[in-house]
């Protein structure tokens, strides 16, 4: 099992690099039921 886990993470990190995956914050938000990140506060 260990080897698909490690097989689907160096899958995922590929299509973060590739652009094929994305998100916004707030189609996160809806998802998750949360308010959107506010990137301006720090």
């Known amino acids: 099992m260990m ?4 097989a689907w993470v160096r899958a995922l990190a590929d299509d973060l690099r590739a652009g094929t995956l994305t998100w916004s914050g707030d189609w996160l938000a809806d998802w998750t039921g949360g308010a959107p990140a506010d990137d301006t506060e720090g």
């Open 3 to 6: 080897r698909a886990e490690l």
